[in-house]
């Protein structure tokens, strides 16, 4: 093991060259690479890694740059790429195909705002967008839980429990190419994590169809095989954190991360980096007496429903902070919290940091100090922060 110092994007990048090389024993490394800003340089970091076996291949677009992740995964091969915002939206028709035939593909999404006008901040969006595509979705919080997920995100989506690819995000900037240091384990530590793969439906020499016409009942057969496989998510993920503790000595984030909700009556819920700055906001308003907790979610896919309710069951008041927006709606993330909050609690939607604008301790203030006031709930509240 040795402290590195390390952008997201490269401990990304990082992580799968040791996953990469972990597998040479299988059927090797690969998938395909197409550049968009902020996670250029995860890639660029990757093409410069040599691998005993298997390679990565540069190509002509994200759409592409899947497709050769399928094919490279339908071979047997442990797959990586990396996307964001519009590339994320052109690759999406092979993004479903991924998820639908069964293939534990991990792809780095660097959350970036959706354009045009164009904007290369973040917002999450993006990936949200997506939520529905059949693949694991987690939103890091520091560089280092960027480099553990993506381990714990191969361990995974490779058990036959599974077999379904996984999102790996992280903000655009905030976290993409800023520096910290990164605790990253040696090849041989890596290797007694992740078994080599063995992917149980690849390509051979005997002939077989991939993707051919499914008849209703053959479709809704595959579709609850899918769901069924998201339900073991769960338990294989407790397993992995359990043997990544052992050998690392430090525990992978939980679906649901609880801070100081013991007796709170107001909570808020944030995902990703605004977690960090709600939490500090929560120790400053304990600190002047108020029941104050903030919850965050890690795993948004599948989604932590069971562990929602009982984080937020003694709220009264519960605020939800999206970053991203459903026009016409609200946010993303509140849209679904807030069917696991109790009975009669106050549930408040509340919008911020869209294109990548700051979010600072007294934006959080001024949605803390409009929460504790409400009588009832009001239309979701897009907030200005400042530029």
Same mark, same amino acid.
Request: aromatic letters at 6%.
């Given at each position: ?188 530590? @890596?290797? *007694? =994590?992740? &078994? ?5 439906? #690849?390509?051979?020499? +005997?002939?077989?169809?991939?993707? %051919? ?83 965050? @979610?890690? *795993? =948004?896919? &599948? ?5 929602? #309710?009982?984080?937020? +069951?003694?709220?009264?008041?519960? %605020? ?68």
């Amino acid at each position: 093991m040795s402290t590195e110092f390390l952008s997201a994007n490269h401990a990304a990048a990082v992580a799968a060259t040791l996953a990469g090389r972990a597998n040479r024993r299988g059927r090797g490394f690969g998938g395909g690479v197409y550049p968009i800003t902020p996670q250029t340089e995860c890639i660029e970091y990757l093409c410069g890694q040599e691998f005993d076996k298997g390679e990565i291949v540069r190509v002509e677009s994200e759409h592409s740059a899947m497709g050769v992740c399928i094919g490279m995964s339908l071979a047997g091969a442990r797959t990586f790429t990396a996307s964001s915002s519009n590339g994320l939206a052109y690759m999406a028709e092979n993004v479903f195909a991924a998820a639908l035939y069964r293939l534990p593909i991990v792809m780095m999404a660097v959350n970036r705002t959706i354009g045009p006008p164009w904007n290369i901040w973040v917002d999450h969006g993006d990936t949200l967008a997506l939520r529905d595509s059949g693949w694991l979705q987690f939103y890091c919080e520091n560089n280092q839980e960027v480099f553990d997920t993506m381990l714990m995100a191969w361990r995974v989506a490779e058990d036959r429990r599974v077999l379904l690819p996984v999102m790996v995000c992280q903000d655009a900037f905030v976290l993409s190419h800023t520096m910290m240091q990164t605790e990253v384990p040696t090849l041989a530590e @890596v290797e *007694r =994590f992740l &078994p080599v793969l063995d992917l149980p439906h #690849r390509l051979t020499e +005997a002939p077989v169809t991939v993707g %051919g016409l499914d008849f209703p009942h053959e479709t809704e057969a595959h579709r609850r095989q899918h769901a069924a496989a998201m339900t073991r998510v769960p338990e294989v993920w407790r397993e992995a954190q359990a043997e990544f503790s052992h050998l690392f000595g430090r525990r992978p984030a939980d679906p649901v991360e609880c801070h100081r909700t013991d007796d709170a009556e107001t909570i808020l819920v944030a995902m990703a980096t605004t977690s960090s700055t709600v939490r500090t906001v929560v120790d400053a308003a304990r600190a002047r007496g108020q029941k104050v907790g903030a919850v965050r @979610v890690h *795993r =948004f896919r &599948p989604f932590p429903e069971q562990e929602l #309710r009982g984080a937020l +069951a003694g709220g009264r008041r519960i %605020g939800i902070l999206d970053r991203d927006i459903s026009l016409g709606h609200g946010g993303i993330l509140w849209s679904e919290v807030r069917g696991t909050a109790p009975p009669g609690a106050l549930v408040q939607n509340y919008i911020l940091g869209l294109g990548g604008g700051d979010i600072r301790p007294a934006d959080i203030e001024d949605i803390l100090a409009d929460l504790v006031q409400r009588r009832e709930v009001g239309e979701p509240r897009i907030m200005e922060v400042a530029s």
